[in-house]
């Protein structure tokens, strides 16, 4: 099953739901006293000042505005956009990967690779060819080192978190665990157990073992009738908290019950080694070891974070409302976990939606900008921030010893009508499912996605093919088929020239895809790693108003609009490529926005490591961002040759960041030729993308070893040899946008 993005992670949740949250009056919770101090973290050895870090990653949250007339997301929480100009740089020319989704955005900046090099090219699910040439699903979302096959391994046995030479990726919290410092990972992307997957590969496998008390537990709670306590039993216990303990044991270590209770932190690819290290994974076991024996922690507001059931515990990704992620991430910090990384749900869509009928006809409901729920949940996202850095505060933890990092995986389109002004100063949308044959009749105010059945559209004698459902399909034909295969190519042609009426545009039919990439074309983009098996046949980025699928669709003809979702990510449009990233902290410069600095989800890593004082075992894809670091904060190899520095630094990344100029210019040479039906045409065009791409990853493999050598390895660049880059990037560029210019 395919599952939509904005579903994908709450899968596990959603079969545990069934009921409205039970009371949770009566229940015994730590509530942090005002003035508590943060635990010592003497044996966490960070660079100078920096003595905690805190990484927050919102899921689809943005600065810029939806609605003109609507302040944006983080304009609508004024305690976090205040702390993040006031006291550091909010860089608003950010951009994500591609294809940019929850798992890819996330993971792209925890480990500073594009998604060729972490795995997840095609996100938040993904197929791969079965030895037999058939399309099998499999989904991003997995513990760190489970399996693309987590069943039984048979039909792919290598790592869903790929690397080079097809080994598992590395690991986020290595280089912190080895300074010693506890690390804590609050519903992010696969540092934390996903689901309760009981298969050989699975997460409870990976993290407990088969046949362990705690496996049973999972098989228990999927025998357990859904929508029942019981069914949630096990994902509350287990899943979407961990920490991973410093080398010597740290936080796991500290007591009986945290030895008991840890576990191996098992990483067998890491480089160099990481044998007796442990990890404490669900807050079963993390929530005792963070409040000192209790079972519940608080959120912001000092009740307990629960399940829906009223059981202390992981609320689901769902639910990781930024009063349940916050409250997780000061206590783990004022029990001694100095390193916190954690995930804050998406603050622009209804959550309090999700519970499914009988209780909530609405299940799920879209909200749009301007709308009174929407601003309610902004509001109270603010509120916890506010909250948030007071009790901080309180504990001695601020932009003097503290690194803040702050940044959403991706951006959002949003799919409806403009609002029609409330009594109450709000916007009211159309909640209902609009349909149609001809010309469409939706209300001027509807919203929603514009659902598509690819399959029905496609002409007779099509090859069958399985399809990451989105706005941006790829598909994977049956037998993987050679990208020159006459009738992969005609279908290529096909889905490019399909047109149907989207309301929101007008009552004509209009292309419903812009842009197409087979394997060349993905390779140019990072959409192709080292597991052959889960390469796309090809990708469809389309019009973002769609969400393009291979069934239904159920709210009536073909396409309609369904209002349950009306945020469409994944696609190449401005206001989902376009992202944000806030730095607080020692080394940062105060100089509040920066629309300047062109960087990507990548240089996270970098920027974030060299402020700490640690390196990774691998050479990073991202760069440091060193237009907003202050010269003291870096090592001299980045002081030195600044401005070629940063010459080269701009270069880089317009040729080999997806959504570069390089990038861009050649997808759009890929489409040229895949909708060519003239084969020699075809040919040229993708021999030329072919040869550009061998090109650049030849000059970007030079120029990273480099960037890296002078951040992490105090080796200067030589600016000879960097001016040279910069003219070979300038030429690779220039001959890219001509190919797009001649199609």
């Known amino acids: 099953m395919n599952l939509r993005p904005s579903l994908a992670r709450s899968m596990a949740r959603l079969l545990a739901l069934a009921l409205l949250p039970a009371s949770v009056a009566g229940i015994t919770a730590v509530t942090a006293s005002a003035g508590k101090s943060a635990a010592a973290t003497t044996g966490c050895q960070l660079s100078g000042p920096v003595k905690h870090v805190i990484y927050l990653v919102f899921d689809n949250t943005h600065f810029m505005r939806d609605n003109p007339n609507v302040p944006s997301d983080l304009e609508q929480m004024p305690h976090l956009m205040n702390f993040l100009t006031s006291n550091g740089s909010l860089l608003t020319n950010d951009h994500t990967v591609l294809i940019s989704h929850t798992a890819g955005g996330i993971l792209s900046s925890l480990t500073g690779l594009y998604p060729d090099r972490q795995g997840q090219t095609v996100s938040n699910s993904y197929f791969y060819f079965d030895p037999t040439g058939k399309p099998q699903f499999s989904t991003s979302f997995k513990y760190w080192t489970d399996l693309v096959d987590d069943s039984t391994g048979a039909r792919d046995n290598l790592p869903n978190m790929v690397f080079d030479g097809r080994k598992n990726t590395p690991a986020p919290w290595v280089p912190f665990t080895r300074a010693g410092c506890n690390f804590g990972g609050v519903s992010t992307a696969n540092i934390e157990l996903e689901n309760i997957g009981t298969g050989p590969f699975g997460d409870m496998s990976e993290a407990f073992g088969t046949g362990s008390p705690e496996w049973n537990d999972a098989n228990a709670s999927m025998a357990a009738p859904s929508g029942t306590a019981a069914r949630a039993k096990a994902f509350t216990d287990y899943v979407g908290i961990a920490i991973h303990c410093a080398q010597g044991g740290g936080l796991c270590t500290s007591n009986a019950t945290n030895t008991t209770n840890s576990r191996a932190d098992k990483l067998p690819d890491e480089p160099n080694g990481y044998a007796g290290y442990l990890a404490l994974y669900g807050a079963k076991y993390v929530n005792p070891a963070i409040t000192g024996g209790n079972t519940c922690v608080n959120d912001t507001s000092g009740q307990p974070v629960t399940d829906p059931f009223g059981r202390c515990g992981f609320p689901g990704f769902d639910w990781a409302l930024a009063k349940n992620t916050l409250g997780y991430v000061a206590q783990m910090q004022e029990a ?79 799919a409806g009508g403009a609002g029609i002004p409330q009594p109450d100063g709000s916007l009211g949308y159309s909640h209902t499912n609009c349909s149609w044959t001809t010309t469409p009749a939706c209300p001027s105010n509807q919203i929603g996605e514009v659902n598509y059945n690819i399959k029905a559209k496609l002409p007779a004698g099509t090859p069958t093919f399985s399809v990451h459902r989105d706005s941006a399909p790829a598909f994977w034909v049956n037998g993987q088929p050679a990208r020159t295969d006459s009738t992969l190519r005609k279908m290529e042609r096909d889905v490019g020239e399909l047109k149907a009426i989207d309301p929101y545009v007008g009552s004509d039919p209009t292309p419903v895809f ?230």
């Open 514 to 743: 812009l842009r197409l990439a087979d394997t060349v074309g993905e390779k140019t983009l990072h959409m192709v790693n080292s597991d052959p098996a889960r390469t796309p046949s090809f990708t469809a980025f389309g019009n973002p108003d769609y969400f393009v699928t291979d069934a239904g669709p159920s709210c009536g003809s073909n396409p309609c609009i369904d209002y349950h979702f009306a945020w469409s990510h994944g696609d190449i449009q401005q206001e989902i490529a376009n992202n944000w990233l806030g730095l607080v902290g020692p080394g940062v410069k105060k100089q509040g926005i920066d629309s300047q600095t062109w960087t990507d989800h990548t240089n996270v890593r970098a920027t974030t490591l060299v402020l700490a004082g640690l390196k990774d075992d691998y050479i990073n894809d991202g760069r440091v961002l060193i237009e907003v670091l202050n010269t003291k904060a870096l090592p001299q190899t980045l002081i030195a040759h600044r401005e070629t520095l940063l010459r080269l630094g701009d270069a880089y990344e317009q040729v080999n960041a997806a959504f570069g100029k390089f990038g861009t210019d050649l997808l759009t040479a890929s489409t040229h030729a895949l909708n060519s039906a003239d084969e020699s045409v075809y040919n040229t065009t993708e021999s030329s993308i072919e040869n550009l791409t061998s090109e650049r990853d030849a000059l970007a493999s030079q120029i990273k070893a480099a960037l890296n050598a002078a951040a992490f390895d105090n080796q200067a660049i030589n600016e000879q040899q960097a001016k040279a880059w910069i003219a070979q990037a300038k030429s690779l560029l220039d001959r890219a946008s001509a190919l797009a210019a001649a199609g």
């Open 336 to 414: 001694g976990v100095p390193v916190t990384y954690a995930y804050i749900s998406d603050a622009h869509d209804n959550h309090t939606s999700s519970f499914p009928a009988p209780f909530n006809p609405n299940f799920p409901r879209a909200s749009g900008p301007g709308e009174a729920d929407y601003k309610a949940q902004l509001k109270a996202y603010d509120d916890a921030f506010a909250a948030f850095f007071a009790r901080l505060a309180a504990d001695g933890i601020n932009k003097n010893n503290t690194l803040f990092v702050v940044t959403a995986d991706e951006g959002d389109h949003y």
